[in-house]
């Protein structure tokens, strides 16, 4: 399988000289599994240039959103292939039961916050009923969780053979209230992924305002890649003021982290134009091959990455 990253932000766009580097747009993450499937999580502002991408290869796509806050769906109106005539779009929206009426991705073009109506649309794009029959019929492992975040929503499970991904976004692991989902039923959810992708937007100095917003500290994130067994760590939806040098900072201390611990997880902080290979051979450990162009022009502390 192999992951690549459009949009790594939290919240709202952020574009300007301070988060060039790892990048402004909002979530939007692309898995391509070996037998061609395709996988998209989140439609945040990355859609677009994933969109510029995707127009090029004629296959169906798969939209699975983690829930309908702004940063994750509005990049959809955007989206080249909802504008060609011969695509499938199947959308995963993953609300919690009874919360259909909030779904908003497809509702925003509604010729009011949009001016077009997505009923008009070319491409064929629709909502899946059931998620999970709908890829029962697939060659993977399909599964998710609730997420612990204000309005609900649901994290995905991957397995393609001994490949994992897990994308787990945006969730709060200790939140005030009781949780959807324990943090020993994150372990669990995320045990043995090769790569596990987690919001990690807030540091201590955010708290305790920002207890109860729905979104994990990179500390806690931490603690359950290394109970997880997890491969590769990529630290996720970025605060939408937390400048480059800062998201480095962040990297380096957690590098520090997993070496005192002795662990093997690795642990990137996602940018714009990160891809993971993920590898497997017969008994064998899994190999991830990380790469991805990043911008140039800006000066971050040596070994930074
Ligand atoms: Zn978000
Ligand atoms: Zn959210």
């Known amino acids: 399988m192999r992951i690549s990253f459009y949009g790594v932000r939290g919240s709202v766009p ?26 998209i999580f989140d439609a945040g502002t990355g ?14 796509l798969h939209l699975l959103l983690t829930h309908s806050h702004w940063d994750h769906i509005q990049g959809l109106p955007f989206f080249a292939p909802i504008y060609q005539p011969d695509r499938e779009i199947h959308i995963c929206r993953s609300l919690p039961e009874g919360d259909a009426a909030f779904a908003g991705v497809l509702e925003q073009m509604n010729g009011h916050n949009h001016p077009l109506e997505h009923g008009t649309l070319p491409a064929a794009v629709g909502y899946m009923d059931d998620p999970l029959s709908f890829f029962a019929t697939f060659g993977f492992g399909f599964s998710r969780k609730l997420l612990n975040h204000p309005g609900g929503g649901y994290a995905y499970r991957i397995d393609e053979g ?33 790569v596990l992708v987690h919001d990690a ?26 109970e997880a067994g997890v491969g590769c760590l990529v630290i996720y939806h970025h605060d939408p003021d937390r400048t480059d040098l800062e998201v480095a900072k962040i990297l380096d201390e957690s590098r520090e982290w ?48």
């Open 14 to 39: 952020s574009p300007g000289p301070a988060t060039a580097h790892f990048g402004g747009n909002t979530s939007c993450v692309l898995l391509e599994l070996a037998d061609g499937t395709v996988l």
């Open 162 to 194: 001994d490949a994992v991904f897990a994308y787990v976004t945006d969730n709060e692991l200790d939140p005030p209230q009781v949780p959807a989902t324990t943090f020993g039923e994150w372990v669990d959810f995320c045990g043995g992924a090769d």
């Open 201 to 226: 937007q807030y540091v201590e100095a955010d708290m305790p305002m920002k207890h109860g917003w729905g979104h994990s500290l990179v500390s806690q994130v931490r603690e359950l890649a290394h």
């Open 258 to 305: 997993f070496e005192r611990r002795g662990s093997r997880t690795q642990v990137v902080c996602a940018w714009e134009g990160l891809v993971i290979d993920v590898r497997r051979g017969a008994g064998q450990r899994t190999r991830l091959d990380i790469s991805g162009l990043r911008p140039s022009g800006l000066v971050l502390p040596e070994g930074t990455f």
């Open 47 to 60: 859609l677009r240039p994933l969109g510029q991408h995707l127009s090029e290869i004629a296959k169906p």
